[in-house]
């Protein structure tokens, strides 16, 4: 009978732990999606800070890389250190661009330059929650 049970309970949490490691992933171009944005030829973006913000600058010696654009949840980029290494952008300059630019400008034109090159969002993902995937990882550089 406990041989029985230690089955059951067994089953039960590998079952219980596999239904816990579900992400909800999105595309560069939805809400929801955080990281590393291209903003290329697109509209000026709203900046939340006029300069980049830097964690780790890198040596004099050394050129530094160029800025990257960042659209993170509410919050980060107040406390950018303790967030920095899940984008890993701790030693780039970085241009936090606001939520409501990202919403009303990039994705309507984002949605709408990929939609004329066949609706491929391609490999850019990342996850809800500000849980986003570092690049290397959801492959959004």
């Not at 089955?7 to 816990?20: E, G, K, L, P, R």
């Not at 579900?22 to 973006?45: A, C, E, L, R």
């Not at 004099?60 to 990257?68: K, Y």
């Not at 993170?72 to 300059?93: I, L, M, S």
Request: hydrophobic share 35%.
């Amino acid at each position: 009978m406990k041989k029985m049970l230690f089955v059951i309970v067994t089953i039960f949490i590998a079952v219980s732990a596999q239904a816990a490691d579900v992400g909800v992933s999105v595309t560069i171009g939805q809400p929801g999606f955080y990281g590393h944005i291209d903003v290329g030829n697109f509209p000026k973006p709203e900046l939340v800070f006029p300069r980049p913000v830097v964690i780790a600058p890198v040596p004099v010696s050394v050129a530094p890389p160029p800025p990257v654009y960042m659209h993170v949840p509410p919050g980060h980029e107040k406390n950018w250190k303790k967030y920095c290494h899940k984008y890993k952008a701790c030693d780039r300059p970085v241009y936090f661009v606001r939520n409501q630019w990202y919403d009303n400008v990039y994705v309507p034109e984002y949605k709408a330059r990929h939609a004329r090159k066949g609706g491929k969002h391609g490999d850019d993902r990342g996850q809800r929650g500000g849980k986003a995937k570092g690049p290397g990882k959801g492959k959004r550089n």
